[in-house]
């Protein structure tokens, strides 16, 4: 009460019924928390930011509230401190930095239950959907900038940030500063406010989803991912799009990212078990679904396409995805492959090929992916071949290789690059005419979860 006469010339009085009111308006707003404590953890705000929360269209059964106060709140907090530990150790007490609840728990602690109480789920901090408060106080937002002057290491520029004055780098210059030098640039305790906090947004949003399985591609007209060269689009769709374009739908998310375990060629097919995938789904609004559920978006792929097909379609862990790209080098790939020669050739002139087990090769990056990737030479392995005769200049070639070898420029060398290939050890000019990768050697530790019944799994192929 000293303390408040001396700030200023407001008094309070008490009424009848034993509150306490302010005959300054001065005093209506608290000098430390800028009304935060005051106005905004009363059940009209609760109900408000849970109309919110409602009204957004997310599925939840719980979630994690984020608050962002001021930064210039922190600077009110530690003067506060100051003031009170100056005073205790007039008592001989102590009083550490540890030994206070800061603003933001306590705002947690009061609010926490009024949340999970006004919308029936808990609060749990590991939840994937946030609801985040972001409040905002103009009338002090120059309460920081002396700390720019005493601590400029602390206030950089940052490419994300509108302002230096970040709650992060507020803390860290207060952790700096000297007890003195903060006490002759800002007063102890703070001047009182004339309004509250207001509140910038309310927003909520759900963690990243993965969905995982296999495809296979038929068509050898059809990328991966959506071919686009100086802006141009050169193909109408791509597997990423016809696979993502239903999960977006079905989990109303706002974007996705598409992974696999390598890829192929647009005049590649995908045959076997299929290639594993992943796709990433940001800030999905749906995300608990049956397994008959899945079962049933699998079977709306596969009929929405004939050119390609999709399995195992599953809901995975983020650890998954890395589960998937683990080891893509150390593979074993299996090819199929038609190949042409300009001589006419017999059966005996393609046997010797059966009898070559893992051959070395040295492959420099090819012409046609000169742009994309650095060059270097790259020594591969060719386990095994196995041929089949088709007329005087065709046959076919399956092969067994090391995962990254580059199957076309060993057929035709791509202008000597690849030492030796099929050309050279056949002493003849040959092209591929078509390859299809086998994916069933692709073994794939998956851990998988499934919402309705929260077991994790092992897939294994």
């Known amino acids: 009460m000293d303390s408040l006469s001396q700030n200023g010339e407001g008094k309070l009085s008490v009424t009848e019924d034993g509150s306490s009111s302010s005959k300054n308006s001065n005093l209506n707003v608290c000098n430390v928390c800028l009304g935060i404590l005051q106005d905004f953890c009363e059940k009209e705000f609760i109900k408000k930011v849970c109309q919110k929360v409602e009204a957004s269209g997310f599925e939840f059964t719980n979630l994690v509230l984020s608050v962002s106060f001021p930064p210039q709140l922190s600077v009110r907090e530690h003067a506060a401190w100051l003031l009170v530990k100056q005073e205790m150790g007039k008592q001989s007490l102590s009083l550490g930095r540890n030994d206070i609840v800061q603003l933001k728990e306590a705002y947690k602690w009061i ?111 059809l990328p991966q991912t959506p071919w686009i060269i100086d802006g141009e689009r050169k193909l109408e769709s791509s597997v990423e799009e016809l696979i993502s374009d239903h999960l977006l739908k079905v989990f109303k998310a706002e974007s996705f990212n598409f992974s696999s375990s390598g890829r192929e060629d647009v005049d590649v097919r995908t045959l076997g078990n299929g290639r594993p995938f992943a796709i990433e789904l940001v800030n999905p609004h749906r995300v608990h679904f049956t397994s008959q559920e899945i079962k049933e978006l699998q079977q709306k792929i596969n009929n929405s396409s004939n050119k390609i097909q999709v399995r195992d379609l599953q809901l995975v862990t983020r650890e998954a995805i890395g589960h998937m790209k683990e080891g893509e080098e150390e593979k074993t790939k299996t090819y199929s492959a038609l190949i042409w020669t300009n001589k006419a050739i017999q059966r005996k002139d393609i046997e010797f090929l059966d009898d070559i087990k893992d051959l070395k090769i040295d492959q420099k990056t090819p012409l046609r992916v000169l742009h994309r990737r650095p060059l270097a030479v790259r020594t591969r392995i060719i386990h095994s071949m196995e041929t089949r005769y088709v007329d005087e200049h065709h046959f076919r070639l399956s092969l067994k290789t090391q995962a990254g070898t580059y199957i076309k420029e060993f057929v035709h060398g791509d202008f000597g690059r690849t030492k030796p290939n099929i050309g050279s050890l056949m002493e003849v000019t040959a092209d591929i005419l078509e390859l299809d990768v086998e994916v069933n050697h692709f073994i794939v530790e998956m851990p998988v979860y499934t919402l309705s019944s929260t077991k994790i799994m092992l897939l294994k192929h």
Request: net charge neutral.
């Open 111 to 221: 609010t926490h239950p009024l949340f999970s109480e006004e919308l029936g789920v808990p609060i749990d901090g590991k939840s994937l959907f946030e609801v985040s408060v972001v409040f905002a106080h103009p009338e002090t937002v120059e309460d920081c900038h002396f700390l720019r002057a005493i601590c400029p290491e602390c206030f950089k520029p940052a490419k994300n940030k509108q302002s230096v004055f970040t709650r992060m780098a507020v803390m860290k210059a207060l952790n700096k500063i000297k007890e003195e030098d903060f006490r002759k640039q800002f007063p102890c305790p703070p001047d009182s406010p004339k309004a509250v906090c207001t509140v910038l947004e309310i927003e909520c949003a759900h963690g990243a989803v993965f969905v995982a399985g296999r495809y296979n591609k038929y068509s050898r007209n």
